[in-house]
C-alpha cells in the first residue's frame, strides 16, 4: 500500500498535457494540438514498452543508456504525432460525422 501511494503522489504533481500546450507559445498551439500532445497516454504507451527493454538490456547494477532513452522517447513523441496527423488525414470525411471527432483539427 505504501508503495502504491508513494508513485500516486508522485504521478499527481506531473502535469498534464494541456498544461503542457498551454504553457507553450500561442503560435506552437495549432500544432500541439494536431498531434495530440494534450493527450499524452499514446506517447507513453510507444516509449514505455521500449524504455523497459533499454533498462532490461542494461548490465546488473549500471545505468541503462540514458542517450538511447532519450532517442526513443524523442521518437515516441514524434511517432505518435505523425500518426495523429496521418490518421486525421485520412479520416477526414469520417471524423466530421462523428460526434467525438468532430471539432478536431483539419
Not at 506531473?14 to 498551454?22: I, Y
Not at 523497459?52 to 548490465?59: D, K, P, S, T
Amino acid at each position: 500500500a505504501r508503495f502504491n501511494s508513494y508513485f500516486d503522489r508522485a504521478f499527481a504533481r506531473l502535469p498534464s498535457g494541456m498544461e503542457l500546450v498551454r504553457k507553450a507559445p500561442q503560435n506552437l498551439h495549432p500544432y500541439l494540438l494536431l498531434s495530440r500532445h494534450d493527450k499524452p497516454i499514446g506517447t507513453w504507451l510507444l516509449f514505455l514498452p521500449s524504455a523497459w527493454g533499454i533498462c532490461m538490456a542494461a548490465e546488473t547494477f549500471h545505468l541503462p543508456n540514458i542517450p538511447l532513452l532519450i532517442l526513443f522517447g524523442t521518437g515516441a513523441v514524434l511517432m505518435r504525432g505523425a500518426g495523429c496527423c496521418i490518421n486525421d488525414m485520412y479520416d477526414i470525411d469520417i471524423d466530421k460525422r462523428v460526434i467525438r471527432t468532430r471539432d478536431r483539427p483539419q
